[in-house]
């Protein structure tokens, strides 16, 4: 522990980020970041809580509470608060691949469990989290650490998003020789592809992926397995195979009259195309969806539909408003039906938000909102989009249930619509190929903690398996599978 009184000396404190106004006219990273004595302020108010609740990694009511990698969270606080960094990372490191991605963009359910949160406000992790692990690179000790030995055996994974990742890292130690597959032009997956810069700056990715390739993980970009190259040519070559695709299926809406008009996309298309634009040309060449000077619609009131504001708001929108089924949340955490350690469900402005309000002087969001129609223009260009206040309740066999609220109907200007309602789950061609079989949800069908399929020397983990989840999850999942693949390889693991 740190001291004994520190969460009842110390406020909870999180650092100033960029100001809305400015930060909307680059695609830097709007965070910044305390100094050492401020940080290990934040450390003193770690308890000795006897069970730490922050890094327990379940589920509680569909979320997960405390960390799913089981990060040491109260000990690397403790060494922060008495200045031993390099000891902080490495206890960090221990637990976590890549704090760096998830001190960056985890939701940070361990802060939603932490014991001092019971009756105030929790310790700030993700804060420590990321100073911890951005110290360690400036410092130098971050360095490629290659396994002394190989076993000579050959593993594939396929999708270098945070899972594949994982994997391939946990499976590189064991000294095992891996190539990672990625059917796009750069390593990352949804780190680098999906994201939005300016909540994970893409040199930090590739800092991570250098890394793992000067300790000898190989990476094949532009080949899609399942058409560069056979799911049966995969299996010929390898020992073992470990899917790491992704939940990339996005759901359509079309049921929604009016669906295929022009300039109504999915979300993805939309973030991926501006991201690679950037990454490409800096976004001179004008090959993304721009949002500039349009009246841009959002459909969802998640992370990605978040980003999409965010997005838009650096094209140069002229409004942007963001739906979602949902009502809106309470300030504080409903004791009961929302209780402590369950994830809090709180109404906060997200970084989007709060560009959006500070830009055009209000939330951007419209909660428990459903679509009803698009209406478009002679050039088959969406024009205006019909909408209806809903009530949703869940009846007696857990299904959700959207009831229309007579003479709340509206009707909104929008040239630009962005679908972001989620995924249906991974795509078909590998499982096709492969015979595998799959969930009621059409996740590939893996029990967690084996990720073992029904053909022999394949594996699955992360979104691919569970569905669209946290970063977290799929890093959990990675390190999981790869302990996994490796007793199946040799035996026996000494993987974590």
């Avoid at 100073?131 to 030995?149: L, M, N, R, S, T």
Wanted: hydrophobic fraction near 35%; glycine fraction near 10%; proline fraction near 5%.
């Amino acid at each position: 522990m740190s001291t004994p009184t520190g969460f009842m000396e110390y406020k909870r404190e999180l650092p100033d980020d960029r100001d809305p106004v400015a930060r909307i006219r680059d695609w830097k990273e709007f965070h910044r970041m305390f100094s050492e004595e401020q940080l290990r302020t934040q450390g003193a108010r770690c308890m000795d809580c006897g069970t730490p609740y922050c890094h327990t990694g379940m589920e509680l009511a569909g979320n997960a509470s405390g960390c799913p990698i089981n990060n040491l969270i109260p000990e690397w606080n403790n060494l922060v608060y008495r200045g031993l960094w390099k000891e902080a990372y490495e206890r960090l490191a221990k637990t976590n691949n890549f704090p760096e991605f998830t001190g960056r963009v985890c939701p940070a359910p361990c802060e939603g469990s932490c014991t001092v949160g019971l009756i105030g406000d929790p310790v700030t992790i993700k804060t420590i989290e990321q100073a911890i692990i951005d110290k360690a690179f400036e410092e130098g000790w971050v360095v490629p650490q290659p396994p002394k030995a190989r076993t000579g055996k050959q593993v594939a994974v396929v999708g270098s998003g945070p899972a594949g990742l994982a994997t391939a890292a946990q499976l590189n130690k064991a000294g095992h020789t891996v190539t990672v597959y990625e059917r796009a032009d750069r390593v990352g997956g949804l780190l680098m592809y999906g994201i939005p810069t300016m909540k994970l700056e893409k040199e930090i990715v590739q800092r991570r992926v250098d890394l793992l390739a000067e300790e000898g993980v190989k990476f094949v970009v532009n080949t899609e397995i399942g058409k560069d190259i056979t799911s049966k040519e995969l299996l010929e070559r390898f020992d073992a195979v470990v899917l790491c695709g992704g939940s990339t299926k996005a759901r359509p809406i079309g049921n929604v009259e009016g669906h295929e008009l022009k300039g109504i996309h999915q979300a993805m298309d939309y973030l991926n195309s501006t991201i690679k634009s950037y990454l490409d040309n800096g976004l001179q060449e004008g090959t993304y969806i721009s949002a500039k000077g349009k009246n841009v619609i959002v459909i969802g009131g998640g992370d990605t539909g978040t980003d999409c504001v965010a997005t838009a708001l650096r094209h140069g929108c002229a409004s942007v408003t963001q739906f979602g089924t949902h009502a809106k949340a309470p300030l504080e955490r409903d004791n009961l039906n929302n209780p402590w350690p369950e994830f809090p469900n709180v109404y906060t402005l997200d970084y989007a938000h709060e560009e959006a309000k500070a830009l055009f002087g209000e939330d951007p969001r419209a909660f428990s909102v459903l679509t009803k129609k698009f209406v478009g223009d002679e050039n088959g260009n969406v024009k205006e989009l019909h909408t209806v206040q809903i009530r949703r309740y869940v009846d007696e066999q857990g299904r959700k249930i959207y009831e229309e609220i007579p003479g709340t109907e509206k009707i909104w200007p929008a040239d630009l619509v962005l679908v972001a309602v989620g995924f249906e789950g991974p795509e078909r061609t590998i499982i096709d190929q492969m015979g595998l079989e799959t969930d009621r949800r059409s996740n590939v069908k893996a029990p967690y903690g084996k990720y073992t399929t029904n053909v022999n020397k394949v594996f699955a983990a992360g979104d691919m398996r569970r569905g669209q989840s946290l970063i977290v999850w799929a890093i959990n999942e990675g390190r999981e599978a790869a302990r996994e693949v490796d007793k199946y390889l040799m035996g026996s693991t000494l993987l974590p």
